[in-house]
């Protein structure tokens, strides 16, 4: 079975009965949709339990906007990185999901 989670915003304890009740068996596939962090009150924990599913179950970790904005704070732009600027252009070349790029350029974004 493949299952999908998205914004978790560091609530470990929904997390955690999300999972419980989950009927996860072996062969099933995770997808977390990303925005892991922010909001709640555990997102260091969310973050270590998602890296502790991963060892039982084959998982993907999108990166939601939450994830991006940190980031983009960090000032990270390692060629690994598909957030930020990286990510698809919407129309002349605008960044819609960053926050304040909508209006500028996409080379002028960073």
Do not use: W
């Not at 991963?54 to 598909?82: A, I, Q, W």
Request: proline share 6%.
């Amino acid at each position: 079975m493949l299952y999908a989670i998205g914004d978790i915003h560091g609530e470990l304890g929904k997390l955690d009965a999300l999972l419980e009740r989950l009927p996860l068996e072996a062969g099933d596939r995770l997808v977390f949709l990303g925005d892991y962090v922010d909001r709640g009150p555990d997102s260091r924990g969310v973050v270590d339990r998602l890296l502790q599913v991963e060892k039982r179950f084959p998982c993907v970790f999108l990166l939601g906007n939450h994830e991006s904005m940190f980031l983009d704070f960090l000032g990270y732009e390692d060629p690994t990185y598909f957030g930020g600027d990286a990510r698809v252009h919407g129309v002349n070349g605008e960044n819609p999901a960053t926050p304040g790029t909508a209006s500028r350029p996409a080379t002028a974004a960073r």
